[in-house]
Each structure stands twice: as C-alpha cells, then as structure tokens.
C-alpha cells in the first residue's frame, strides 16, 4: 500500500523533549548503501533451534524456525497474543536492525498486523522504542515510545507479500524504513539508554528472516556521552530520588568538553544536557546560563520550550502562556511534544491553583494541540469543562478522562455523537448525565460520583461500565444495556441482582463488597473473571456453569465447600480466604495454579489428606502454603523459617494469610522479620521465591515523592511500576506482582505478604 504522510509528533512525559517527524526528512528517497555508512552487518537469523536458543530471548508469545526462518506461533497457553523475542548481545551507540518479514495468510493478518522493532528497551520492556509496520491494528507505520505516538502514517499490509524493514538509531534519531523507502522518523534526545534491543509481532503467522544488525562505530566522546546521559535520565526521571547524582552529572558532561576542546559540536550537546539537568532539579538560573551558551540553530525551539517550562514552574504563567504559544505557532511540526511537556507540568504540583482564566488557556491549548487519541485530564483541579465549546477534536476515537477533578457539568460532551472511552469517576459535584442528550459511549467510568441513573446515553451501545462505591442498592440502571461486557459494581449496597439475568455477553463482573447471597440470576456462560469477595454468599452451585472462568474472587464469604467448582478446567485463579471450609471436596484432586484459601474449619484428618494429595511436585506450592497455615496454628511458637529458602545471607517466605499493611508489618515483626526489601540486585530476581502469582505486600513505603524500605535501608534497585491514576498522590505503599514489579496498592487492601529475615 502506498502510505499517505501527515504529521503526528508526541513527545515522552517522561523527559519533556522535543520529538520531531518524517516531514523533517526526505521521505521519497532510497536507502544509500548501507555498508559504506554501517560497515558489515552480523546475521542472526536461526536456521535451527540450537542457534535460537544461543542468539536469542524469548520473552513472551512462542517462537519457532520453520524452513530455516524465525517465526510467530499460535500460544496455547492461553496468554496474550503478543510475541516478543530479543537479541541475546545488547546494543548501545549506533545501530541498525533490518529483516525481512511477512504474514503467511489472511487467518494470521486478521490477528494483528505488527511487524516490529524493538529498540533500546529497560529490562522491563516498559520504556522502550517500538518502531512497528501494520501498528495499531494494521493500519499505521508508527514509532511508539513507552506507550506514546512519537510519529505515524497511514500504512496496512497484506498477506502473502514481502517486506523488508529497517530501523536506525543515528544520534539523537529514529528512522523506520519499509522497502528502502524511509515512512517516519523522530528525535528525541538524552534517553536512548535500554540496551534490550529485539522483534514484536502479535498473533500468529509472522515470518522473519535476513535479520541483520549493523553498529557503527562509535567515537570516543560518543562513548563517553551515553554513559553520562544513563545517570542523567534517571535524575530527570526521578529527581526526588537521584538528586544527589546532579553533581556527578555534571562533572562528567564537564570533562568530557574540557577532553575535547575542538569538537564543536559538543558545546550545544552538553550545554542543552546540563540545562535539562538543572531544570529538573529547579536551579532556575542554571538553566538559563546553559541556554545563553548554546549556539546551534538546530537548538531555537528546544530553548524555547526550555523557557517555557522554567516559566511555568517559577509561576510565571503570563510568560509561560506567551512561550508555550509561540511553541504552537513557530514550530507546528513540533506541537504534539510543545502540548505533552505543558499536560506533564499541568499534571503535576505546579499546574495547582491556576487561576480559571489560565487554567482554560492551558488545558485548551493541549486539547486542541495533542495527536493522543486520549484526552487525559486526570486530577487537574478543574471545575470546568468549558473550554472544550472552543475545541473540535477530530479523531476516529475519542477518550476523555477527568478522574478526580470537581467538575459539575458534562454539557461540552453533548456535541459529540460517540465518545470510545469516557472517565469522570470522583467527582462528588456530578450528579445526572441528562445533559449528554443520548449520545453512544462505549465505556463509561462513574464510580464514585453520584449519578445514579444513564438517562443520557445510548444504553445499547454501552460496553463497560465502572460504577462502584456509589451507594446503589439495586441494579434499575442496567436496563437496555443489554451488551455489557465488563461491569463493576464494587462497594455498593446490593442485595438483589436480578437484573442481570438479560445479561448475556458479560465478561468481567465485579460484585465485590456487598451484600449478596443468592447469584442465580448471573448469566455465567460468557464470564472469564468473576470477583464476589466480601458478600454474604453460602450457595456457589450456579458457578458451576461458568465453563470458560479463569478468575474466581471468593474470599470472605460464608462458604463451606468448593465440590461445584470441581469442573471449572480453565480456572487460574481462586481466592478463598477467610471461609469456613469445611471441605474442598473433588475441587482439592486438581486445583487450579493460584489457589488462596484458610483452614481454620478444617480437621486434622482431612488436612493430612490435602498434603497426600498434594505430594505431586505441580502441587509443591501448594503443599507449602499447606504447611505454613498448618504451622501458624501453632501461634508464637510456629517456626515459619523452616519453610524460608536462603539467599546469601537473607531467608524469604511468601506468607499465605491475607492481611493489611499495617498488620502485614506486625506479623512480620512477631516473628523476628520483616517485609522484604529489596536492596541488593540479586534480590530483585523474579525467581528469587518461588510463590504463587499475586500480589504480595513488601516493605517499600514513597512519602513526599521520596522511597525508602521499612527497615530504612536505602533504594537503589528500582522496579516501580508508575500509574496514571495516583500521581497527585503524595503517600504510596507498594506491593510486589509475579514479574516483580512494584505496583502501589490502598494500604487496607488485604494481601498475602513476603517476609524477610537477615542474618
């Protein structure tokens, strides 16, 4: 397919810098020879699977070589169809990925397009570059960074033909051609530090072959640069924690220009560095002294919009107003990075009490300036929504998220015809959505506001619908929306639920903390999650029916067996804590791979039972979790260590009782230990305990933007994982999931816990 070119440039959140697009090279030309520039490349297609395994990763999806070619393979794990394999040599500096590739029929072009490139990723795989043909459903040639659109045209593949694809990283740029035909690029500066470097494809039936990795050769200060630039984007990243590296930072980007007086161009290189660095640790002064120094024109915009944010922070919103416009106005091809550096600031402590006059200019001007399909407005002080009568968004999907603001009106969303995605959960002042006069929204967020009814919307063309903690004690507002698939009525009032009965397409239902006991009127055919914690019910026969559940939420309940679960056999997951079981019945033959439950009811008999059954090394964790509850009966004197494995000169045990945080740390401290906290690298080995996949409370605490453990040691391993959602949040506690990440979690939230003892 021919592409069609247009601009669209978003800049990271992360760093504030500028991205640009394709528009700024010359997107017609062919390749030049590549070994002339390049040198010659290493091939790392396998033709075996001996090669594959000694050259390559695989980290998620299946691989296989097939007629000597790397290939994307139906998972029947029932995981997610993304598939990602990485080089086993990592990649810094300069350096190219090529490969041919194609979509063997029209069954695998219908899983997803998505023949991609990942380039300079985290260990993670969470902040990374993913420079992808057929993204976003086959339909654009993108590079993605983390999550955001740097730079994206128009381009669908089809089955059956062949591509060959590249990808470049050249200095501060990306470039992605398809053909030998360059179809975007973008710059972005001072990050490109991940070293994973490898292929995605999603679904099955993708082929590749002719892989080859060309590295240029860096030169010295090149070198020198990128190991500066690693310290410099974490202090960026996180100047709470990593401030005190500033000095460091600065001392090296000063070197390296005093080794190297006649290399011109390092002047604006370094002095646009330092200038960022003391930006984002607010030596105001600083950062001007830097601009003044640079000398390059390339530079004009960068400086501007450097300005711009200095402006802002300092509460110079008049300055900052005039610079961010002159932004938008001079540098058009840069818009989409000029309107994410402004919403990063609007989000953040200095966008607080902003007058109204300044508040609607802002947010306007990254509403009407933004190439993000999402509208994200979270927890921005807004009282109004105003501003959007001056905007008209033209997006194939529209995505407004106003979480946590004090907003009373939704009548500027009237002038849509179809909203995607729509949020306004915790705003108290909101109570009615008549004013939207009837318009279709896919998903619709309400929780914890007052609305009460969806007079307003198109019921049938509802999908989701969020709306917990809101008092409702009954169900009325679902009728006519007869194609739910994800409904959340968490803390509510509910006791009866009969109006789900015509209810025949729901996937994921969340009943948690109510007040019911009779589930016969949910329609279990389709449902694959299913979450009834904290609710007064006895009966779980009608579960029975639920042929297709991989997540089952029983914990606090009133339920004796678990007989009528015994067939479920694509169940993954049951939580049943704080129960009064008094049997498992045939359910114990085979339990499901996260299995959480309680034996206080429970004889000795039955109990020596389980262990038997469970002897079998695919029930090991079980049979520990057994141990250890049949050992805590003991009180003070259980000997919980005995179970621990030893690292070093540290014991760790995942506890399998469900508490607090607060009383998590109690118990800990009862027998001698503490919370895990993970300190030292080898720690923070995914297979450092082996445990059941959930989330375990561990002893990182964050408070006032600064981490610590709980035993006051220092944070240096870091595997937090950032949401959206609490980031006006100045107190977090963290928990640990199955790939160790920290993600933070309400500290009342009842979770199992890992416990620690040092030596």
């Known amino acids: 397919m021919k ?4 601009l669209s440039i978003i800049i990271s959140v992360f760093l504030f810098i500028s991205c640009g697009n394709s528009n700024q090279f010359k997107t017609s030309s062919k390749i030049a020879s590549y070994d002339s520039f390049w040198g010659n490349p290493v091939d790392y297609t396998p033709t075996n699977e001996k090669e594959l395994a000694k050259n390559w990763i695989v980290k998620s999806g299946n691989w296989k070589v097939i007629d000597g070619k790397l290939e994307a393979v139906k998972n029947d794990k029932g995981d997610s169809e993304g598939h990602v394999i990485l080089f086993k040599k990592n990649l810094v500096g300069d350096y190219a990925i090529e490969f041919n590739a194609s979509i063997t029929s029209k069954e695998a072009l219908e899983t997803g397009g998505d023949l991609s490139i990942i380039m300079a990723s985290d260990p993670l795989l969470e902040k990374r570059y993913d420079l992808q043909i057929g993204g976003i459903g086959n339909k654009y040639a993108i590079i993605m960074m983390y999550k955001f659109s740097v730079s994206k045209l128009p381009y669908e593949l089809v089955s059956g033909e062949v591509y060959k694809i590249r990808a470049e ?25 991940g070293r994973l470097n490898g292929i995605y494809a999603y679904g099955k039936g993708k082929r590749f072959w002719n892989i ?52 011109v161009p390092l002047n604006d290189i370094i002095n646009m560095r330092l200038a960022n660095l003391e930006l984002s640790v607010n030596n105001f002064k600083r950062v001007e002294y830097h601009l003044n120094k640079v000398t390059g024109k390339l530079n004009k915009y960068d400086i501007l919009l450097l300005k711009a944010r200095a402006a802002f922070m300092q509460r110079d919103f008049k300055l900052a107003k005039e610079y961010f416009s002159l932004c938008i106005k001079k540098y058009k091809n840069f818009r989409g990075g000029t309107v994410v550096s402004l919403k990063d600031l609007l989000h953040s402590n200095y966008g607080n009490n902003l007058s109204a006059e300044y508040q609607n200019f802002f947010w306007k001007l990254y509403v009407q300036n933004t190439h993000d399909r999402k509208k994200n407005l979270i927890s921005s002080h807004l009282k109004s929504i105003d501003f959007l009568n001056e905007t008209e968004i033209v997006a194939e999907k529209i ?67 969020d709306i917990g903690n809101s008092g409702l004690k009954n169900l009325e507002l679902l009728k006519d929306c007869l194609n739910l698939k994800y409904l959340d009525f968490r803390f509510n009032n509910l006791k009866k639920i009969e109006e789900l009965k015509p209810l025949e397409s729901l996937v994921s239902l969340y009943l948690n903390h109510n007040q019911i006991e009779d589930l016969t009127p949910i329609n279990f055919k389709t449902i694959k999650n299913l979450y009834l914690g904290d609710n007064l019910i006895s009966n779980i026969e009608p579960i029975q029916k639920a042929e297709l559940l991989v997540s089952l939420d029983l914990n606090n309940n009133k339920i004796e067996s678990l007989e009528h679960l015994s067939n479920l056999e694509k169940l993954n997951l049951l939580l049943c804590v704080n129960n009064p079981l008094k049997s498992l019945g045939s359910f114990a033959e085979k339990p499901p791979k996260r299995f959480y439950f309680t034996i206080d009811e429970l004889d000795n008999k039955y109990i020596e039972s389980l262990r038997a059954n469970w002897s079998k090394e695919e029930y090991e964790l079980h049979k520990m979790n057994l141990d250890i509850l049949i050992e805590l009966k003991k009180g003070d004197k259980a000997n919980l260590k005995q179970f621990a494995v030893k690292k070093r000169d540290h014991y760790y045990l995942s506890v399998p009782v469900f508490l607090n945080l607060k009383d998590a740390h109690k118990f800990c401290k009862k027998f001698g230990g503490h919370l895990i906290s993970i300190v030292e690298k080898f720690e923070s080995d995914e297979k450092l305990i082996e445990r059941m996949g959930y989330y375990h409370w561990m002893g990182l605490e964050e408070k006032n933007n600064t981490f610590k453990w709980s035993t006051g040691e220092y944070v240096d391993v870091d595997n937090v994982y950032k949401i959206e959602d609490d980031r006006n949040t100045k107190d977090r506690v963290y928990a640990i999931n199955s790939f160790n990440r920290w993600i933070s979690k309400p500290p009342d939230t009842l979770l199992p816990f890992i416990i620690e003892w040092d030596e």
């Open 3 to 6: 592409p069609i070119f247009y």
């Open 169 to 193: 990283k050249l200095g501060d740029s990306l470039s992605l051609y398809c053909n030998d035909v360059l179809l975007v690029a973008c710059k972005n500066k001072y990050f490109l530090t």
């Open 212 to 263: 080859k990795v060309y590295e240029k050769k860096m030169r010295n200060y090149d070198i020198e640069i990128v190991t500066a630039d690693r310290i410099l984007s974490k202090v960026i990243n996180f100047p709470s924690k990593y401030r005190r590296n500033a000095n460091i930072v600065r001392s090296m980007y000063n070197d390296i220009h005093s080794a190297y007086p006649r290399e």
């Open 399 to 465: 995505y407004f998220d106003f979480k946590d603001n004090e907003i009373s009106s939704l009548v500027p969303l009237s002038k849509y015809k179809e909203i995607d995605y729509l949020r306004v959960s915790s705003n108290k002042k909101l109570t009615t959505l008549k004013e939207l006069k009837n318009i279709a929204i896919k998903s619709l967020i309400l929780n914890d506001t007052k609305i009460s009814s969806l007079d307003g919307i198109n019921r049938k063309e509802l999908i989701k619908l």
